[in-house]
């Protein structure tokens, strides 16, 4: 499968991340919201969607890393 890279993890990025993982693609999710990228470090999406909620935790155990960054200006 593809890497896939998805920038905006926001109601159109973050469903279609999940999607492409689903999939079986390698995906990578940017997002430079802050406050996004802590609510998926607590495991959770940063809004609600109950369909791409299922999906969302069937990815779970996959994920190998959440982290954040955020350039010094």
């Known amino acids: 499968m593809s890497k ?3 920038f905006g993890q926001g109601y159109i990025g ?3 991340a999940i999607l492409f ?3 079986g ?4 999710g940017i997002d430079v919201n802050k406050r996004t990228i802590d609510t998926f470090k607590e495991v959770k999406m940063p809004f609600e969607e109950k369909v791409f909620r299922n999906y969302w ?3 779970l155990p996959e994920n190998k890393e959440l982290t ?3 350039r010094k200006r």
């Open 4 to 6: 896939i890279c998805v």
């Open 14 to 16: 973050l469903p279609t």
């Open 21 to 23: 993982a689903n999939s």
């Open 25 to 28: 693609h390698e995906v990578v």
């Open 57 to 59: 935790t069937a990815l």
């Open 68 to 70: 954040s960054y955020q």
